[in-house]
Nanobody, 122 residues
Framework: VQLQASGGGLVQAGGSLRLACWAS????????MGWFRQAPGKEREFVGR?????????YKDSVMKGRFAISRDNAKNTVYLQMNSLKPEDTAVYYC???????????????WGQGTQVTVSS
């Protein structure tokens, strides 16, 4: 099983990035894909998740929901995190992960991608 995250980089404040997470090695048809982030010196933080089967999404809070959007492409086995109006405080390593049920807790996720660095300059 492999989750491969990509799309990170350096962007100016106010800009946008789209992260992708490609899943392989098993069927995730009934699973949930989550996005987390971890800034230097801080704990890993839940960003949001999506159900592979229904496409329903859940975000950490309304602020996150207003700037970030999670989607999936079942044919490509890929989940996306669209990030808009980026701020310097969004700087972190972003991880995708897979869980057999919907949760905002990192401990619920069985599989993790390697992370992709997002840096937002002011």
């Amino acid at each position: 099983v492999q989750l491969q995250a990509s799309g990170g980089g350096l962007v100016q404040a106010g800009g946008s990035l789209r992260l992708a997470c490609w899943a392989s090695g098993r069927s995730f048809a009934s699973w949930h894909m989550g996005w987390f982030r971890q800034a230097p010196g801080k704990e890993r933080e839940f960003v949001g998740r999506i159900s592979w089967s229904t496409g329903s999404t859940y975000y950490k809070d309304s602020v996150m929901k207003g700037r970030f959007a999670i989607s999936r492409d079942n044919a490509k086995n890929t989940v996306y995190l669209q990030m808009n109006s980026l701020k310097p405080e969004d700087t972190a390593v972003y991880y995708c992960a897979a869980a057999s049920y919907g949760s905002s807790r990192s401990t619920a996720y069985d599989y993790w991608g390697q992370g992709t660095q997002v840096t937002v300059s002011s």
